[in-house]
């Protein structure tokens, strides 16, 4: 819990895929020797008020851990299939809590962020949906293995923002995607290969929103125990206030099959084409959201959080920030104007006439 909500909309789930268990963490952390099926770590942060935002992402872990124990624990694993099997639980997700948004008004709108990292030997990959956050701390260093699905993100690529006006501006908490909130949903699916002594952070952006990334590596850094760190870190954005609620999940891979890191890795945000993923070449199609929604996001700020809109009105509101320094023209259109001469000419030539004729009648009637 934050220092401000008087609910708890995050989830956190870690699962062992080869029985589909989850993980208690009542009492310590774990230490797990990975089987062939891999494991999975997820975080969700909820949004469409207190019970409704509880919902969905409860809903998330559940039904994402249901679809791997049905699927993907009695197939042969592979890294092929281990992606595809993460992006149709996640597809699978989305459609039900949408459809129990439908069948129950009193959770319209609700809908929920998710970032899922399964690992499969030494390989994890990632899902992404909303602005929870994937980091991996590697020799000191940090980077964000995940994209935030947000209007600041999209400003940032397209040169609207820099990184540090995005983190302060009061629109940071508008998202693309969500869990929920329409019957589509195209994930974000990346990848990383570990190296030994790696650490994997995921987080709900009650630690992102504030925690900023070289504090989360310095405290990984400083720390041996992981539920150390996660208890840091938790401490650290209640110090900043705790506007919104804390998750983080802290896994750190050791063991002699995995290679030591060396100074040509490179490690960050690295997409896996897979159809049906915002990676897919050439990206399938998906259906325009042309209605407005009203779903809260359970973000830091306001305290009930930021409207969701649909996707066609961000999209609008993109392009309109984008030509925003065009020039204006006053008036009406140069057809236009074209059209209204042509149709002025023949009063302009009675005119004339008339005019010539009152002439000629004043010189008559002067000399005549």
Wanted: some cysteine.
């Amino acid at each position: 819990m934050g220092r401000t909500r008087k609910h708890n909309e995050d989830t956190f789930l870690v699962a062992d895929l080869e029985t589909g268990t989850p993980l208690d963490f009542t009492y310590g952390y774990h230490e797990l020797t990975t089987d062939p099926h891999g494991l999975l770590f997820l975080v969700a942060d909820g949004m469409g008020g207190a019970a409704s935002g509880e919902l969905a992402s409860s809903m998330a872990g559940t039904i994402v851990l249901e679809a791997l124990r049905q699927t993907w624990t009695s197939a042969d694993p592979s890294p092929a299939a281990f992606a595809e099997a993460l992006r149709d639980a996640t597809v699978l997700a989305n459609a039900r809590i949408h459809q129990h948004a439908r069948d129950n008004p009193a959770h319209r709108g609700m809908g929920t962020t998710a970032t899922i990292a399964g690992l499969l030997g030494d390989h994890l990959f990632l899902v992404q949906v909303g602005d929870s956050r994937a980091y991996m701390v590697r020799d000191g260093a940090v980077q964000q293995l995940t994209k935030d699905q947000s209007l600041m993100q999209r400003l940032v690529e397209a040169g609207e923002l820099t990184v540090e006006e995005a983190e302060v501006s009061e629109r940071r908490n508008i998202i693309l995607q969500a869990l929920g909130p329409e019957a589509h949903v195209t994930i974000d699916l990346t990848h990383q290969q570990l190296r030994r002594g790696d650490t994997l952070i995921l987080c709900s952006d009650g630690l992102s929103g504030l925690v900023r990334a070289p504090e989360i590596a310095r405290t990984s850094n400083e720390e041996q125990d992981v539920r150390s760190i996660c208890q840091r870190l938790i401490d650290r954005a209640n110090q900043l206030g705790g506007p919104d609620n804390i998750t983080v999940i802290a896994a750190r891979f050791d063991g002699d099959a995995l290679r030591a890191s060396g100074d040509g890795d490179s490690f960050g945000y690295n997409t896996f084409p897979l159809a049906g993923t915002l990676n897919d070449e050439p990206r399938a199609p998906t259906p325009p959201a042309r209605e407005a929604r009203s779903t809260l996001k359970g973000d830091q700020t306001p305290m009930l959080g930021t409207p969701f809109p649909s996707r066609a009105i961000i999209e609008d509101e993109f392009e309109h920030a984008r030509t925003a320094t065009d020039h204006a023209r006053l008036g009406a259109p140069e057809p236009v104007i074209e059209e209204r001469r042509r149709a002025a000419q023949p009063v302009f030539m009675l005119l004339g006439v008339i005019a010539l004729v009152a002439v000629l009648w004043f010189l008559f009637e002067l000399f005549g």
